[in-house]
């Protein structure tokens, strides 16, 4: 057995650990910026409690950046990193979902090297610049899902090239996360699922791709019992905080599986989905395009498929886990197909090139490794919904 393993992110977890993030980013100076999304924030309170505490323990300056969009753009992040560099900010705070962490993580690398956001995404023969230095970063998630506040990654989308891409380097992880399971009660119902889902997924391609690593698959055999018995609940008790615990748990313990395992071909097919839709959740695009995909790759993994559909309650069967993963979106409501979503049939050949072009890293990793023919059909057979 051989595995690494590098984690350097502080973790505060729990029940009103947000009133400890004053306490935390003292450390790292007087002056801070929040990165945020529009609305969400504010209207939890979550915002207010974050910028009191900063103050109370310290902060001279605040400065909001609150215009971070769903699928955020490179286009986004290079506003807020302008201000960081104008403001002469110390650190950055990223608070909300997975697109308000995966931009502050970002803003902190453009902020501190030369140029723009899209010269450090990962093409497949990698970026235009390699970061040499960073800003402090703490994550604060208010959703359960892409666990961004303990990863290296930032998915970025480029709305002019339809393109949406990785920033993954060592240099990307955020300094602290602070993950307060109460600041995930706001979520719908809607929302909780398909943040959860995206989690899950974490964990079904961490387990099952072709990367060895036992360590982070451990991670991923937890969580997959945890979102089996607790993302349900969440979803149908909004305000069960243990349910809500266990799942801001669970996407933390699948953010570090992916961080150390990556993703798969689930993944790789989504992103040009949500880059030409950006009106569609990645944890939607992901439950479209899910059982078909696993469908084709459990031959490829039988042992480790088998262990899924166990884990989630059938018989440890290969096949099964694709009959495990179906029932599980149509217990939390998210049984979709890409018609449903608003993607046009005519779209399926551009996203196929997008995938065969731009995430083929991913192909080799996958536990079949497929060809141009096989993502198209596997387009066509999530259209209706498998």
């Not at 969009?69 to 979902?97: C, F, M, Q, S």
């Not at 899902?145 to 992880?173: A, C, D, F, M, Q």
């Not at 886990?321 to 993607?343: I, K, P, T, W, Y």
């Amino acid at each position: 057995m051989k595995f690494e393993f590098y984690l350097p992110v502080e973790i505060l977890f729990g029940e009103g650990s947000l009133e400890k993030a004053g306490q935390v980013a003292k450390r790292f100076g007087y002056k801070a910026i929040v990165i945020t999304g529009r609305k969400s924030t504010k209207e939890n309170g979550a915002l207010d409690r974050l910028i009191e505490s900063l103050k109370k323990n310290g902060a001279q300056e605040v400065i909001v950046f609150d215009k971070v969009e769903p699928n955020p753009t490179d286009k986004t992040v290079n506003e807020a990193a302008r201000i960081v560099v104008e403001e002469k900010v110390d650190y950055i705070v990223g608070l909300g979902g997975g697109s308000a962490l995966d931009s502050a993580k970002a803003v902190s690398i453009v902020s501190s090297n030369e140029g723009y956001a899209w010269d450090y995404v990962n093409y497949p023969e990698g970026p235009r610049l390699i970061p040499f230095l960073n800003r402090p970063v703490i994550c604060i998630p208010t959703t359960a899902g892409t666990g961004s506040e303990v990863n290296r990654y930032s998915v970025l989308s480029n709305p002019i090239r339809k393109e949406k891409l990785v920033l993954s380097h060592s240099l990307n992880y955020p300094k602290v996360a602070i993950v307060d399971p109460t600041l995930t009660l706001s979520m719908s119902p809607r929302l909780t699922a398909i943040t959860g889902v995206d989690a899950l997924m974490h964990c079904l391609e961490s387990l099952t791709n072709k990367v060895e690593n036992p360590f982070a698959e451990e991670l991923a055999i937890r969580a997959i019992k945890l979102i089996k018995e607790w993302l349900p609940v969440a979803v149908e008790e909004p305000n069960n905080l243990q349910a809500r615990t266990y799942m801001s748990y669970a996407a933390m313990l699948a953010g570090i599986a992916i961080d150390k395992k990556r993703v798969a071909l689930i993944h790789g097919m989504e992103h040009p989905v949500s880059a030409h839709y950006p009106q569609v959740a990645h944890g939607e695009g992901l439950a479209a395009l899910g059982p078909a995909i696993t469908d084709f790759n459990y031959k490829g993994n039988p042992q480790k498929y088998a262990l899924f559909a166990e884990l989630m309650g059938y018989e440890p069967k290969p096949h099964k886990a694709v009959v495990a993963l179906q029932d599980f979106l149509e217990r939390v409501n998210l049984r979709v197909s890409l018609r449903e979503l608003g993607v046009e049939r005519e779209k399926i050949e551009r996203l196929t090139e997008d995938v065969y072009m731009l995430s083929r890293s991913l192909f080799v990793i996958n536990p079949v490794e497929p060809s141009l023919e096989d993502i198209k059909r596997l387009y066509e057979l999530s259209y209706e919904g498998f």
